[in-house]
Nanobody, 124 residues
Framework: QVQLVESGGGLVQPGGSLRLSCAAS????????TGWFRQAPGKERDFVAA????????IYADSVKGRFTITRDNAKNIVDLQMNNLKPEDTAIYYC?????????????????WGTGTLVTVSL
């Protein structure tokens, strides 16, 4: 059974920063396409960012480009999401997800394994 555990969420003021981490329980999965998604209250879950297993390629939602950075450390089985200049509209539960097969699309349906999420609240 693959387990993904997110951490790093919390309360931050607008303009602040947070760093989320996603740890994978299996080494082979940790070297796969990994994405971050978020779900705001009353809204659907949306794509945020993704990174290929090698870490060579990344993709971002337009709403976070220039503010969020996804990185990975395969030696530690961790994928991070650095979030800067946070806005109230970034408030959501953030989930990491993994796709173990070919490709790394920006799509919820393409992901096979999901974490349980970590809450990010951006507010004064």
């Amino acid at each position: 059974q693959v387990q993904l555990v997110e951490s790093g969420g919390g309360l931050v003021q607008p303009g602040g920063s947070l760093r989320l981490s996603c740890a994978a329980s299996r080494r082979t999965v940790s070297r796969s396409c990994t994405g971050w998604f978020r779900q705001a209250p009353g809204k659907e879950r949306d794509f945020v960012a993704a990174i290929t297993g090698s870490g060579d390629n990344t993709i971002y939602a337009d709403s976070v480009k220039g503010r969020f950075t996804i990185t990975r450390d395969n030696a530690k089985n961790i994928v991070d999401l650095q979030m800067n200049n946070l806005k109230p509209e970034d408030t959501a539960i953030y989930y990491c997800a993994v796709r173990s097969t070919f490709g790394c699309p920006a799509s919820l349906n393409a992901m096979e394994y999901w974490g349980t999420g970590t809450l990010v609240t951006v507010s004064l």
